[in-house]
């Protein structure tokens, strides 16, 4: 199982600061996802990135793709409330049968008021 | 907006009992998935299906849990005797496509064992 690390574990941060939390792998992956987790709630997709060295922003989130395709960040600027939640990476498997998203733990992020 | 359901939300249930947990992908997809997550731990994968029959699963999917797709619309995850690290959040997810395809993930079925 090719393993994910992500860091920090836990970020606590002001309205209005900006943040990075990384996904780090020995792994390649083939494309990898970014999902945000709210308690209770299933994962939800933010963005996918396939391209090694790929940057691509979503309002205020830019997600990034190591050149090897071994690891990735988010940056959020400006954080708001409402970006509070779990934060998920993903390495997507692909073998002759089938197809795997493997997970790592997560970045909680708290952004108060 | 088109979703996977899941249902029960919750289930409580004794050690050693059978429990199914269903799913209705949406409709058009073509590959479903089951994922746990134990508490306060990472998604977990647990297998993959597709054209009726599993096409990967992991380690953690042993002879006590197998998955079905009865009919056009299910898709079941049955574990016939808990134990009690079982207990954790199910998510059902399917998607349209394989290579780098989004997923869409239910809302999870909590199951606790006792």
């Known amino acids: 199982t090719q393993l994910l690390e992500q860091s920090p574990q836990f970020l606590s941060i002001q309205e209005g600061e900006n943040l990075t939390v990384y996904c780090n792998s020995s792994?390649?992956?083939?494309?990898l996802q970014w999902y945000r987790q709210e308690p209770g709630e299933g994962p939800v997709l933010l963005v996918t990135?396939?391209?090694?060295?790929e940057v691509k922003k979503l309002k205020r989130l830019t997600f990034q793709f190591g050149d090897a395709r071994k690891d990735s960040s988010l940056h959020i600027t400006a954080a708001q409330p409402g970006d509070t939640g779990l934060y998920l990476c993903?390495?997507?498997?692909?073998?002759?049968?089938?197809?795997?998203?493997?997970f790592g733990k997560g970045t909680s992020l708290l952004v108060t008021p | 907006e088109p979703e996977v359901t899941q249902t029960p939300s919750h289930q409580v249930t004794q050690m050693g009992q059978e429990v199914i947990l269903r799913c209705v992908p949406i409709?058009?997809?073509?590959?479903f998935y089951w994922y746990r997550q134990i508490l306060g731990q990472k998604v977990e994968f647990l297998v993959s299906?597709?054209?009726?029959?599993?096409?990967?699963k992991s380690e953690i999917f042993d002879d006590q849990f197998s998955v079905e797709r009865p009919d056009g619309s299910n898709f079941t995850l049955k574990i016939r005797s808990t134990k009690l690290e079982d207990s954790a959040m199910y998510f059902c997810?399917?998607?349209?496509?394989?290579?780098?395809?989004?997923?869409?993930f239910g809302e999870g079925s909590r199951l606790t064992v006792l």
């Open positions: 997810a399917s998607s349209l496509s394989v290579f780098g395809g989004e997923l869409f």
């Open positions: 792994s390649v992956f083939s494309s």
């Open positions: 990135v396939v391209t090694g060295g």
């Open positions: 993903a390495g997507a498997m692909v073998v002759i049968s089938g197809y795997a998203l493997n």
């Open positions: 409709s058009n997809h073509l590959y």
């Open positions: 299906f597709y054209n009726n029959e599993i096409s990967e």
